[in-house]
């Protein structure tokens, strides 16, 4: 029952929220696009929640998914109205979430490998739209949220291999997806996109969100 729960608030929010987010209507208050923005991923933190209670509060993983989703909402709120501190709340909700990953299996050498190759891969990725950035500071910041995105994929793109399991899998997964959004999100504010390319960048951020929040179960 709970896995169709958690399909179903992934299908309303994938054809019944996210267009009244992206397809914007002037004259419509800033804090209705707010509400739709935050929607998926405090339904996403819901799960989290009913997954630490379910587990009669003895599972941590699932606490700080749930902690790392609620973070993550504030963040979804915040990077509309200051942007520095919604980027900053999003680092804190990706240290929640590789605190969880710890919980399946501590960082090894293979954690290290993917976290230097998924860095050097992020950085160079952001040296292409360096000359669009409004301030060094702010490529700056952005170059050491890289290094959390490359973080969260060593500690979870290992985890299936070591010790195969659905939590693993969906963490994956989940952390996989979190990273292909943040790189179109850095995309679509730095360049003209159009609005089909940005649906689906923020599909794919609370389609991570969604994976996570299920790894708690």
């Known amino acids: 029952m709970l896995w169709l729960c958690g399909a179903l608030a992934l299908t309303v929010t994938w054809f019944g929220i ?10 419509v208050a800033q804090a209705a696009y707010l509400t739709a923005k935050v929607l998926p991923t405090a339904m996403a933190a819901l799960f989290g929640c009913v997954a630490f209670i379910l587990s009669g509060g003895t599972d941590r993983y699932a606490l700080l998914i749930f902690l790392g989703l609620a973070v993550c909402a504030a963040a979804d709120v915040l990077l509309d109205v200051k942007f520095v501190v919604g980027g900053a709340l999003f680092f804190t909700g990706h240290l929640l979430y590789m605190a969880a990953l710890t919980r399946c299996r501590k960082p090894d050498a293979w954690s290290l490998i993917v976290f230097v190759l998924s860095v050097a891969g992020l950085w160079l990725f952001c040296r292409r739209y360096f000359h669009l950035f409004p301030s060094r500071l702010l490529f700056a910041g952005v170059l050491v949220y890289c290094m959390a995105l490359g973080m969260l994929l060593g500690f979870s793109l290992p985890l299936p291999f070591h010790a195969l399991s659905r939590r693993s899998v969906l963490a994956a997964l989940g952390a996989v997806l979190f990273v292909l959004s943040d790189m179109g999100t850095c995309h679509t504010i730095l360049t003209p996109v159009s609005k089909t390319f940005d649906r689906c960048s923020l599909g794919v951020y609370y389609t991570a969100q969604f994976l996570l929040a299920m790894s708690a179960f």
């Open 18 to 27: 996210m267009p009244s987010y992206v397809n914007r209507t002037p004259g």
